[in-house]
Every structure is written in C-alpha cells, then in structure tokens.
C-alpha cells in the first residue's frame, strides 16, 4: 500500500497516530523533524514516485482553512477549503495535484482538532449565512478514509455547526464509514465522473463507474444528499457520444432528485501546474493536444470549450433541473 | 547510466569482478571502472573525497542523462549483525545535523536502516542508527544531478561492537561478496527505472539532427522540444519523423508540422 511512513517526531505519540502505524504494522517506519524534509526537495520525480509513494504523518500549524478561488463554489457566498491530506490515492493523468507538489508521498495532517477549531470559527464569524468548507481539493475525501478516519471525525463537527456545510469530493468507493452515522444534511458527497473512454485512459486506480454509482445509491438509500460533478471533459473525437452515454448510465442509477448539486466543467489546469505536469508525462496525448493559455490557465480554445460546454451542458438539463446546474465558470 | 560511488577498492572489488569492469586509462583524478552503461568510481573516505568524486563523475557523464547512483560502502552497527546488508532510508550529517531521505522506490528485500554521517571514525555506536563517513555527502551532492529516486545508498556492516574488521581488505570484498547478487539485483531495478524517465528524453544525436535542419529561437526551440518530446516518445516514429522535417525549411514550418501532428494523434487520447 505504501513504502514506507515517515513521522514527526511531534505526532508520533498522537492516538491517531498511533492508529495509522497500527494499521501498516510491517511498514518500515522512519521519524522525521518536519514534513517539509521529505515532501518539499526539489530533486524529486513525483511520476517515479507515484508507483509507489509513502505516508507522511504530521501537523499542520497554520492555515489550516482557506478561502477557495474565486470560481470554486456551488452557489454559496463563502466558501472555504480545508486539507486534512496532500496527494492522492490515484493517478488521475488530468489532475493538477501532478503539477502541485514535488513530492507524491501521501501527507496526512493528524491535528484535526485544529482544523476543526478554526471551521467553528469561521463558521461562527458568518452565522446565520450558510458557509461551505470543500474537503476534496488536495486529495480525495474518502479514499483514505479507512486509514485517516477523517469521516468519523468530521461528520460530527459538521452535523453541530447548523450553518456550516461540506462537501467530500471523492472517486472512490469509500462510504461504509458514512453509512455508519446519522445522515447530515449539510453533508455533500460528491462523486466525480468522466466518460468510460476518459475514465479507462487517464483514471489510474480509479474505481469502476459501476462501483461509484452503486456508492452513491447506497447512500441515497441512507438519506444522505449527493452530488455530481462532471468534471473534467475531456475531448476526444467521441466525447458527445460516451458522454451521453455517461448520462444514461449514471440516470439508470440515480434518481435526478436525489441530487443536491452538479456541476460541469472542461478541462483547465493552472500554467505553472501544467508547465510541471508536461515536463512529468512527455508521452500522454492528453497534453500534446490543441491547447491554450488564458488568464494564467491552460485549457482548451474558446470555442472548442464552449461548444463542449454546450453540447454537454444541453444533454445533462434534459435530466436535471436548471436550479442544481453550477457550471464552471473559471474564464469570469 | 548506473555509478557506483565506492570509498576504498576492496569495496568495489565484488562490484567491479562480477560486472566484469575495467579500469579507465585516460581518467587520472580517481581511479574509474568501466564497461557499457556503468561506471564504478573510487571516492577515497570521508566525504570531502566522496563530494568531489560524485560531482567529478557526474560532470564527466553530463550528456548521459539520467543517472542512476548508488553509494556502496561499509558501516558500522550495534544494531545488526556482521555483514548484514542495509538499505538506507534516513541519512544524518553529524556536522551539519542535516538530514536526508533517500526514496525507496521499490521493495529491495534489504532491511532499512538510518545511516549517520560521521566526519572521524568512532566507535561510539548508537542503538538505532548505523555510521559512516561519505553517505550524505554523496547524497546531497549526487542529487544535484539526479532525482532523489535514482539516489541510493547500501551499506555492509563490517563493525560492530563484538567485532571490528578495520583495515583487513580480504575481509571486507568478502564481506560484501556474499551480497553481490542482491547488490546487481536492486542495481538492476535502479537501472531499470533511470530506463523509465530516460525514454521521455530526445536523444541527443535525434536532437541535433532536427536543430540542422533550420534555424531556431529559444522559444521556438522550447516548443519543438514540447512537440518530439511527445512524438518520439509514440512506437516507430523517430526515423520517418527526421526524414520528414529534413524536407521542411524553416523553424516555423518544422514546428507547425509536429504541431499538427500531435494534434491529430491526441484525438484519440
């Protein structure tokens, strides 16, 4: 699973901690001053790495809640984004955490009572307006949650600030834990989704759309809301036909009433995070395609965007109603 | 490219009898051994001599990208026994109390262990590190040139408290002879990933064959190299490629070709 777990000497007593070692009992273990020994070098190959990384296990001592970019949102006013964990599980060839970090070690904060603390505070500092806390931006929410436990705490934090809300953006499988507890409804997971030829060319590790769908439906069945995102499209010559197909597949599954929220987006990646990415995987036709830069973002031309925005966006409001659509709208 | 960065030549000598390597007659500043993609160099103890060899090395191999590295050495150990062979996940630096962390990128078989870089031999052994006097030398320069992933360090213990082999030569090339299958073996898996991030590189003579055929800029070069990078890197294009661009005459052509190239390819993810 991973090779080997590095920790602070700072946390290495902590109970969770403690848990986690427990858990990779013949998994060499090396302690460590401050994550920033491992995880920050320069002269490291985050694609080598990735085959196979390690566990970091450390605190976190400031900035434990920050605001989100501008066009990250689903319809909130204040909108937050919170990382108990840097780098992911998988191997999404489409991610910009490829591009983010040096490192492909899996860095996993355990003080999450601080992070807790500075959510209620925040979350204090805007009641009675409701405020949104994104779990999912440096990793996926759930995919080491049997590991992290990060549900098991988190879950009721949430359920105890009554204007708070969170979402879990995850790929993976991972909802036993969720299943466990009260639903909240200030709770979103939210599953992510890219057509089947996508999915098979560039989601490595990923779990089946099958396995995801029926993820979501279980969930569903215990009263907990859920979310699609679709996001990134990707283009290829048959995206409008695999993508109609995704829509048929997922709407098969899920009742379009039981969703909180979509939302719908093209692929982007910031310059500098596609810059490192490209210098990662010369090889992948993802990024040897048409692209172009705009506003310090790369992504597709314009109109090839907006006419896949259009085509996708047409197809999936013939399911949906128009008041859960939140599309991307990273060119305002 | 692997190297063997190696203190004394009774530690290189397993090394250097079971690949068969031969000793370099035009290279006079450290002895090297050679043959095909391998080098063996002896440093000299301690880590000033370990610091010059590997940047030596590494200059002389600048155009034999990338390089793998693995710093093969004796140590001594309270910890283990005579003879064991570690791989080492933690470097110490006792002069500067800076640490390293070289990636075990794959599972070696070989017990970790927590190397301390010492600038004078001792025999004061800690209960859970081992000591040397050129692992983080070597490291911190050697990752210079390469990514910590292709930056190893294996050491056998040749000391410990119950039992000192010291200056005994024989003793030590026997010592790390018992391990020399399991030696070639993690060299082989190094090798094989240096392989990995070598085939995303454009050869330097396919290099300098597409930059005759026209002039060109440094962004103009910038976005060739983005273009061959990708092209090459498909099955069977490099020759029918060259052939292709020769034809075009400008920089502007050549790249707008290879563009156009991509693109149709990339259509299909």
Known sequence: ?332 | MLVWVVALHCEAKPVIDYYGLKKSASHHAFDVYLKDNMHCIISGIGKTATAAATAWIAGLNRHKHPIAWINLGTAGSSAHSMGAAVSIFKISDSDSNRNFYPVPIFDSGLEPAHCHTLGKPSIDYHPHQIFDMEASAFFEVATRFSSAELVQCLKIISDTPAQQTGHDKARISELINRHIVELAGFAQSLGNLANQVGRLEIGESNWEKILSCAHFTQTQQSRLGKSLRFLLSQPGQTDALIAELADLKSAELIIAHLENLCHRQTLAL
């Open chain 1, 1 to 332: 699973m991973v090779s080997c777990v590095y920790v602070e000497s700072e946390v290495r007593q902590y109970p969770r901690t403690l848990q986690i070692i427990k858990q990779l009992k013949s998994t060499p273990l090396i302690e460590i001053e401050h994550y920033g020994e491992v995880f920050n070098p320069r002269a490291q190959n985050f694609r080598l790495q990735k085959s196979n990384p390690g566990l970091i296990i450390a605190r976190k001592h400031k900035g434990q809640v920050l605001k989100t970019p501008k066009s990250y949102g689903i319809g909130g006013y204040h909108n937050y984004y919170f990382s108990h964990m840097l780098n992911c599980l998988y191997d999404c060839r489409y991610c910009f955490l490829q591009g983010m970090y040096r490192s492909a070690h899996q860095l996993v904060f355990v003080n999450y009572e601080d992070f807790a603390a500075e959510i209620s505070q925040i979350a204090t500092r805007y009641d009675p307006e409701p405020v949104w806390f994104f779990s999912g931006y440096d990793c996926d929410s759930l995919a080491n949650d049997p590991l992290t436990r990060f549900v098991e705490y988190f879950v009721p934090v949430f359920a105890e600030l009554g204007n708070s809300w969170m979402e879990l953006r995850t790929k993976s499988t991972q909802v036993r834990q969720l299943l466990k507890l009260e639903p909240c409804s200030r709770v979103v997971t939210a599953f992510s989704f890219t057509d089947q030829y996508s999915h098979r060319k560039l989601e490595h590790g990923v779990a089946s759309i099958k396995k995801r769908l029926d993820a979501m439906q279980a969930l569903v069945e215990a009263g907990w809301p859920i979310g699609l995102r679709l996001d990134p499209i990707i283009y290829h010559s048959n995206y409008q036909s695999e993508f109609v197909q995704l829509l048929q597949q997922i709407f098969s599954v899920i009742d379009a009433t039981a969703l909180h929220s979509v939302s719908l987006g093209a692929f982007r990646l910031p310059k500098d995070n596609y810059k490192q990415v490209h210098r990662l995987y010369p090889d992948e036709p993802l990024f040897a395609q048409n692209l172009t830069l705009d506003k310090d973002i790369i992504s597709y031309p314009l109109t090839l965007e907006q006419e896949m925005i259009s085509f996708c966006e047409q197809k999936l409001l013939q399911w949906i109603p128009p008041e859960i659509y939140f599309p991307c709208n990273w060119h305002d």
